[in-house]
């Protein structure tokens, strides 16, 4: 399957080669026909990329400032390896496509397979052969639309946005600011209400295209008397409206329009243009100034975008989704047209051309720059819309090779942490790559010298070279992908948590404890680092000796996560105490030996919201040696602190870990420091899972402790629910 990328950190664009994406929860899976380049976002994203990485920190100082906090916070390394992971892959381009479905999933009862669909998102609707996209962001073709009209649609949408915020009555005049594709777009779809449209431009090219587009005066910036000619043509009064479609660094758009407007009228900023709104004329003319946010009410909200839930009509009458129709039956019904603004159109395996005429590299004026995709072969079509493998019984192939390894789940934290270690490990073979992403898992295959890479997780279970598998997935396919290796008679290594529902701990806790076939012949680790870090493996040893019980304070500056990101989720991320908690569960286990039997958790009460806030709490457990963990978890502390510190005291000494840089060992009135370079543990985690492998041992973390780190995170929603101690 063919796709467009750009490396973020080169800047390089390519036509690459990537398995085809697997079908998810509430979307559907298309086929692409057409994409449109929209030249003004992609080429500021492409230049962006492009950049050095001083013009880059210049343009975005307040990236540099959560990078600076971010190295107070986890240390110089971990900042350094954490941006150039990210720097050093892949991005996806486009975000306006039109195609036909092959596969919809079982969530989703108003689109079949067939159906010719225009798709939306910058995260789904890219510039390649096949892609899924949720179902909020498709929006079914009516009969008589062509494919390469219906690829328009999301920029269409925008504009329509753009027109809906400046809210135009019949008879009003509007300006349009601007008249590359979404100007141009603008201006007919305000023809298309009854107005009297306004066109302003710099380039006679494009002020040509306007006339053609409906403008009923089109003029231009430099050569004409802009502002005169909007007074002649409203009997003196100013654009009732104006729309600033324009993309520059220039001021001028804002400016203008400020002038043009008439007494208390609006003016609306849809494209990427400077906002210095000067005093004076709008002060003056009371004039409202709106911004237009993408293509609709449901941008930029997960519920919408990705879990599918609408806005009822009657409350929100035109979303995202409705906006999209709403340009399609123009389409149908003639109001628009796009045939006049597709200068050019080039097929996937020239795209690159494309590209260079937005980068100037062709001296050509274009406006709507079309891209198709040829037909997939049989072949091909059964690969991508075959139904999943039935889960297979427990079967240990005599086929398997221990050290040889499939990943599930290939984002920044597993090519950061991961992966490099596991490459330079003697003996070990990378053999296929999982990813939600194709390109994603593309850029880990070459990067890391998988052996293949693919979207579908069968893949890796279904290989019977695959004798260890690794997930490194959202926190809701942990558990299910954990027990299909398992049954497949393959070793796991997980990341945290192991589950996020107590049925799925049980069904892990039955099949490890409770099946002849699996015991001390398969290993399953946890992702806990900490209990790897050199730090906290001495705070252990350097109270080994006392046979005592400990008092241990783990102190966790968490920062605020928006309520929008996906840990929050309940599907996919489950939360932040079922997700992160878990961690700090599991290295007091560690550094006491024993597991918790009774447990407290408090959450703070947050006076101005009337509501408990479930990311900042305080959790006591009594251990099973008589031993105190307590751990304090923040989200409203101060960014710069270090976030991580744990206080252990045992017979009259104390360690104080310092966010895995510095600790502190009092003991006989003496104060003795040791000092790393932040390690976490995480190479040493990976290294102990690969020698256990290799020496055939039953586990690295005792089972029994896994499974009491979940069952504890489950405990401490109980505490919080029931408002009281629990015991597990």
Known sequence: ?????????????????????????????????????????????????????????????????????????????????????KLDSSAALGYSTAGVVLAVDEWVSDIEIGDRVACAGADFAHHSDVIVVPRNLVAKIPDGVSMESAAYTTIAAIALQGIRQADPTLGETVAVIGLGLLGQLTVQMLKANGCTVVGIDIDPY???????????????????????????????????????TAGTKDNDPVVLAGRITR???????????????????????????????????????????????DYPIAYVRWTENRNMLAYLDLLQRERVSTQHLTTHRFPVDRALDAYALIEGEK??????????????????????????????????????????????????????????????????????????????????????????????????????????????????EHAPYALRALRAGQHVFVEKPLALHEEELSEIEELLGGNEALRGKQL????????????????????????????IHYYVNAGFLPKDHWTHDPVDGGGRILGEVCHFIDTIQFLTGATPERIHAESMFTQSQNATNGDSLHITMRMSDGSIGAITYASNGDTSMPKERIVMSNANSTAVLNNFTTMELYRGGKKTVRKSAGDKGHKDEVLAFIDAIKEKRASVIPYDSLIATSRATFRILDSLRLREAVTL
């Open 1 to 85: 399957m063919k796709q467009i990328s750009q490396n973020k950190r080169s800047g390089r664009m390519d036509i690459v080669s990537v398995p085809p994406p697997a079908l998810r929860r509430g979307m559907v899976l298309v086929k692409n026909y057409s994409s449109v380049i929209s030249a003004g976002t992609e080429k500021t994203t492409i230049d962006s990329r492009k950049a050095s990485m001083l013009q880059r920190a210049r343009s975005q100082p307040e990236e540099v400032k959560k990078v600076v906090e971010e190295v107070r916070r986890t240390g110089l390394t971990a900042t350094y390896t954490r941006i150039m992971t």
């Open 363 to 476: 001296s050509e004026p274009y406006v709507g720059i079309v891209i198709s995709y040829d037909d997939l072969s049989a072949d091909e079509l059964q690969r991508i819309t075959a139904p999943p493998a039935p889960e297979a019984p427990i079967h240990i192939s005599p086929k398997r090779e221990s050290l040889t390894v499939g990943f599930i789940g290939a984002g920044n934290f597993a090519a950061g942490y991961l992966l490099p270690h596991l490459k330079e490990m003697p003996g070990v073979t990378l053999d296929t790559v999982c990813n939600r992403s194709g390109l994603t898992g593309a850029d880990m295959r070459n990067k890391f010298g998988f052996r293949d890479s693919t979207t579908n997780a069968d893949d890796v279970f279904a290989n019977e070279r695959i004798g260890t598998v690794f997930v490194a997935t959202r926190h809701g």
């Open 263 to 309: 007494e208390r009228g609006r003016v609306v900023i849809v494209g990427a243009t400077p906002m210095d709104i000067p005093r004076s004329p709008y002060y003056q003319k009371e004039i409202d100034v709106r911004i237009s946010r993408s293509y609709g009410p449901g941008r930029y909200d997960a519920r919408y975008e990705l879990d599918g839930l």
């Open 524 to 551: 399953l680790l946890v992702g806990y680092n900490r209990r790897f870090a050199p730090l906290v493996r001495e705070m252990r040893s350097f109270f080994a000796q006392s046979g005592e019980p400990s008092v």
């Open 206 to 244: 494009v002020i040509d295209l306007a006339r053609a587009s409906g403008a009923d005066i089109a003029l231009h910036r430099g050569d004409d008397p802009v502002e005169a000619a909007v007074m002649a043509a409203t009997r003196g009064h100013g654009a009732d409206a104006v729309i600033i």
